[in-house]
């Protein structure tokens, strides 16, 4: 096998955050074992978009060993900002690993878990290139072993070790929220734990910290929408008036307001209303047209919503008040003629929305600086974008496989893998990052 040189953490291909690895010596508890950084060193945090490191995982010793790695590995392997090596022909480790021959397997790092009597994870990253531990922290897992609650963090541990090398946390400690026989479920973002979240509803979206769950009931009565607190099961009706439906709600990123599309016989407009209970206030005058889906800018002052008063659906984009309309999408597309499902991404740079393409539906974003446009699927038929917290994924409803699931897209590379399996699932929205992780 020829040598490959390993790139090391510090290089810009491998960016770090700075503060946390020149703190690990202070900002650690006393139970964490972390080597500190000498003073001075200064490392990048800078991401070079296309370039993977090579991660190898080591084997785990003792009882759920193997799912520890496991779970560590697959995680890094989604990210997709790794290249994850297989340890079948890896070497040994009983100490300090042999780098040398680890640089040969073209290995940058090693993450190297142990755990502990006290039912903790210890986990190491090993800098190849610098034959050294650059940083080191021992993490608490809840019992029982292998529970949900286990599992989850475990994904914790993943994300943790990706904001050391990357400078962003991961993502694989999110879950995703969606559609399934008139239902809202939730699924971890490693398609684990499929679990139903409400006896009933639609078009789910996240409370801030993932507290909770605002969404959409069709009863034929009332068509409210509803809050469920995650915690304590507790559900309340924000919204709901007879005869009248109300649908797609969002929620501002301070977690204050929701708004809503309300429709009757003159059209379906956007209201805002205070989470904690008030009058709604009308955003849209649609005379007989339709305003609906809204999504937030992450400083929730703006909002991005469909709406077809040009004659098709296009995606509008208006301050939080309604006004200071702007159509975002009709300039980019020529003559096709329906856009909708905007969802805005974290980073504030694009929304993601769905776009009829050749008789069928394609998930594309648009840069809001140069308002570019991108394909970020080709395959079947693809609706509902929801943007990861890392503004780097999105989910969405596909039919590439035969039934309407959830599929994952990276749109830096294109790369896809499918989260959902079973019965029709469809209206995803992603979690933020946990507060209760």
């Known amino acids: ?35 500190a950084q000498p003073p001075g060193v200064s490392l990048s945090t800078r991401y070079v978009a296309g370039q993977k490191t090579a991660l190898i995982v080591l ?108 400078g962003q946390r991961g993502i694989a400690q999110t879950r995703i929220a969606f559609t399934r026989g008139g239902r809202v479920w939730i699924v971890d973002s490693d398609r684990a734990n499929v679990t139903p979240a409400t006896p009933g509803g639609m078009s789910p979206q996240w409370l801030p910290g ?38 797609s709600p969002a929620i501002a990123p301070d977690g204050r307001t929701v708004v809503y599309a309300r429709g009757s016989e003159s059209g379906t407009d ?35 919503f469909m709406s077809d008063r040009s004659g098709h659906p296009e995606v509008y984009i208006s301050d939080l008040d309604g006004t200071n309309v702007e159509l975002l999408t009709a300039a980019a597309f020529g003559d096709r003629d329906y856009r909708a499902g905007p969802d805005w991404s974290p980073d504030g740079r694009l929304v993601a929305f769905q776009s009829r393409n050749g008789g069928t539906f394609q998930i594309m974003t648009i840069n809001l600086r140069d308002q570019s446009v991108k394909f970020v699927t080709n395959d079947g038929r693809n609706d509902d974008p929801s943007w990861a917290p890392d503004s780097r994924h999105i989910v969405f409803s596909s039919t590439r496989a035969g039934t309407r699931q959830l599929w994952i897209v990276d749109v830096e590379t294109g790369r896809s893998r499918q989260l959902t399996f079973g019965s029709e699932a469809r209206l995803s929205a992603w979690s933020p990052r946990l507060l209760s992780q």
């Open 1 to 35: 096998m020829p040598q490959m040189m390993p790139r090391s953490l510090s290089l810009p291909a491998w960016p770090v955050l700075a503060g946390a690895l020149l703190a690990v010596g202070t900002a650690v508890p006393s139970h964490t074992a972390a080597q």
């Open 270 to 304: 956007l209201y805002a209303m205070p989470i904690e209970g008030g009058a709604p206030r009308r955003m849209t005058v649609g005379r007989g047209r339709a305003s609906t889906q809204p999504t937030f800018s992450p400083d929730g002052q703006r909002i991005a």
């Open 59 to 166: 084997p785990v010793k003792g009882v759920n060993g193997d799912s520890v790695a496991t779970i560590l590995a697959r995680d890094f392997d989604y990210s997709d900002r790794f290249n994850v090596v297989s340890t079948s022909s890896a070497p040994v480790v009983n100490g300090p690993p042999n780098y040398p021959l680890f640089s040969k397997l073209g290995v940058d790092g090693i993450v190297q878990p142990t755990l502990l009597p006290s039912g903790w994870v210890r986990v190491a990253l090993h800098d190849v290139s610098k034959t050294a531990v650059l940083n080191s922290k021992d993490f608490p897992l809840p019992s029982p072993a292998l529970s949900p609650a286990w599992r989850s963090a475990m994904h914790g541990v993943s994300d943790a070790v990706e904001e050391w090398i990357t």
């Open 210 to 247: 993932g507290r909770g769950l605002v969404y959409s009931v069709l009863d034929g009565v009332r068509n409210p929408i509803m809050m469920t607190d995650l915690g304590t099961g507790s559900q309340r009706t924000l919204a709901a008036s007879p005869g009248i439906e109300h649908s």
